[in-house]
């Protein structure tokens, strides 16, 4: 496992981008090695045990039409998928009053669905003039980059349902505050996915299908392939580059390469020393860089109960810790799973998450089972067991959602993807479809094998 | 030097606020020790060495008036203090054309100077509703914690002149682009300081003082008399938390202590692992948080010539690299140094530091240089040296200048200094008067000092 090594490419990171670019290389005959400060594979997607054999996804969890890269490699890999639970009726509670609805459309005041839809209709239009591959190159970028979308919405909405369903939507695809993300980030994810509907809605949209066995399957079973071309619990501290590739030192292996790709988000490549050093704008966006750190709640009971009652397990809420709720139950039904985001996001937006919630995991619980309780009734007081899944404090991982703060995106433009000499990047961040995605994380590592294969 | 010790207060960081804490606990009967990465103390203060004897200060620069504490201080050290060199005529160079003026308004066009005059106005009013200790609390906090400075300045101001001019000024102020830095965050900074005259002048300003031996020297004579409580190269990897206090791991060292100061950036502090960990607010906002990673450049001249002319060294400029220059020269004027900021900044917005200036340091000095000549005449194009201080590239320093994104204010809060258990934070970033200044930093390290001792 350990020592030195030689191969056509180091790979640093065994997440999806970092396996997918491992594999393609391999299929293709080349050796390659793959570090990963963990002692685990997957990066961002990780399965939680919840019982023997159930698994719930930890990160990243659905994948939706137009995702063909992620889509084709699950095909590929053999492993089976499942449609989110979405059938029956949907909770939508708001100050008090709990109304039941079907289809993607909650019922919202008619001002405030009128509101809504002017706002969605505004934003699309908007995201119609913005090149998805070089957003910094829209007509109104500085602008648009200057800004935040949160900023947007409060002085684009007129009434406070939509802004706060709005707000609530994005914090939650977004993994942080919509104060915090750049307006050109958003509309450029926008005009990618091609509208709001495909970003926020479960049939059809980037929520539909689910992965049998949860989504960290896919890079256990490429890095199973791979066998002891992954090494573990091995950290890169330094890449020196030279003139006919580069020395890659780690934890357990010291690795001569003639590439390297670093398959991390680009915050966390920062932890690797480069010698010579980065470029300046390629070294101050790794810095300036940061990752969206909600957290995944789940509440598991002995069945999925609220089917019973015709309920889907959706609610759209103004609720304390569950604004919004799913259900992630595995796809026999054999355990009922509801899923919640809570984090540090919307706080003093009307969203409700106090330093409690925040700070105190069992004040953060109870808060949760009390929320469920008001949603789904008396039955839902009563969770087997209650699973968190954190992504403030992973040592390795700065983050789990890509976020990007105003003005990284117009100044820094090309940093993000532009190899330096035979160091090469490749996560869920650099792609320009699906970024943020674990579709973007695959197209990524494959277009970066591609490109290394051609000069190989 | 190393081993295992026991004191009273573990400081990490030897920056202005560590050994400003550890300088008033021993003063106080306190044992401590302090634990620096870095192979020298100083932090953001550093002395870049121009000839024997003679330096230039690579990171913190001025002092001013209302700065009360780094004065104190330097005072009570017995170092002394010298006036920037101002005196003369600054150069005003916009569209080719070259004027020469004196005091602290450049020969704008009338327009332009109505205009910025309406700006600041506009501005200091605003900021005089942000409550410098609490700006979240201000009744527009989150709007204006929603947007950035930069996009303020670009909705508020008619020309181009105005407009370029006050990001400019905010760009070397903050150190990054003002389209990357939270508008309630500088209005609190504008507030702070009582007006932005204070910000950007010299002359009564925050830039009217230096010290003599560089900024660097309060550190290293502060080091000097902490002696061996010192401990240099030594990174901490991890603080361990329980109800007597902590056991901090570094390098070299490790020490029990019973209280932790942890004296550095928001961003740097993420590098070390704490055991119980971090509330999710803190943790998620030090994973948020970056600092300007802008660089400073010397042009060092065997005498400095401009002073002949009449010139103060003193230049706003729209030229590539040269944006705003100063006299930088030692105080017995036995070298000439000018100065200027270099960056990220600005790109795309008025500025022009273009890709190649910012990733090639031979193309980035010629530049100057060829800058400096058309500012300052062809005497200017033959420096005798050219030195650079980079703050993108630093191993332990994620960056010099204390910057904020928007969003951070409104939802962390009291993160940003409330402490964890006995885990106590002091730097630049936590000081509500003169944040991201040396002051605030001295400010801070007395705060957490006299805290701590009445705990102790």
Chains 1, 2 share one sequence.
Request: aromatic fraction near 6%; charged fraction near 25%; charge should be neutral.
């Amino acid at each position: 496992m350990s020592g030195h090594r030689a191969a056509d490419v180091a790979v640093i990171g065994a997440g999806l981008a970092g396996l997918t670019a491992a594999r393609e290389l391999t299929r293709s005959g080349h050796s390659v090695v793959v570090l990963e400060a963990n002692e685990r594979v997957g990066g961002r997607t990780v399965n939680v045990e919840v019982a023997p054999g159930v698994v719930a996804d930890g990160g990243g969890q659905w994948v939706g039409p137009g995702q063909d890269h992620i889509l084709a490699l699950i095909d590929e890999l053999g492993l089976a998928t499942f449609d989110t639970h979405i059938h029956g009726r949907h909770v939508y509670l708001r100050d008090g009053r709990r109304k039941l609805f079907t289809g993607p459309i909650p019922p919202m005041s008619r001002a405030a669905f009128a509101d809504f839809a002017q706002a969605q209709l505004r934003l699309e239009r908007m995201a119609r003039s913005v090149p998805v591959d070089r957003p910094w190159a829209a007509k109104r970028a500085r602008r648009w980059d200057g800004t935040t979308f949160g900023r947007w919405i409060d002085v684009n909405t007129l009434t406070r349902e939509a802004r706060r369903l709005l707000t609530l939507c994005f914090t939650i695809v977004n993994g942080e505050d919509p104060h915090s993300t750049s307006l050109l980030l958003m509309l450029s994810r926008i005009a990618s996915a091609g509208g709001i509907g495909h970003l926020i809605e479960v049939t059809g949209g980037a929520q539909e299908t689910r992965v049998a066995g949860g989504t960290q399957l896919i890079a256990l079973t490429i890095a199973e392939r791979l066998g002891d071309r992954v090494v573990l619990g091995s950290p890169v501290t330094e890449v020196v580059r030279d003139g006919d590739g580069a020395l890659v030192r780690s934890h357990r292996a010291e690795v001569r390469a003639r590439h390297v790709i670093v398959a991390m988000a680009p915050a966390d490549a920062d932890r690797i020393r480069f010698t010579p050093e980065l470029p300046v704008r390629r070294a101050a966006l790794q810095r300036k860089w940061h990752n969206g750190t909600e957290s995944k709640l789940f509440a598991v009971y002995d069945r999925p109960f609220w089917r019973d009652q015709g309920l889907s397990g959706m609610a759209l809420t103004d609720l304390p810790v569950a604004g919004f709720v799913i259900d992630n139950s595995p796809p026999d039904g054999s355990l009922g799973i509801l899923l919640t985001f809570v984090g540090t996001a919307g706080a003093g937006y009307g969203l409700t998450w106090s330093d409690e919630i925040l700070d105190d995991p069992e004040a953060r619980r109870a808060a949760f089972v009390a929320d469920l309780t008001t949603i789904f009734g008396p039955r839902a007081a009563h969770p087997v067991d209650l699973l968190e899944k954190d992504w403030a404090h992973e040592p390795w991982i700065s983050g789990c959602v890509a976020a990007r703060a105003p003005g990284l995106t117009t100044q820094y433009t090309t940093a993000l993807t532009d190899p330096v000499g035979r160091v090469h990047w490749a996560s869920a961040e650099t792609a320009t479809r699906n970024e943020g995605y674990m579709d973007g994380a695959v197209s990524e590592g494959k277009r970066v094998a591609q490109r290394i294969a051609r000069e190989l």
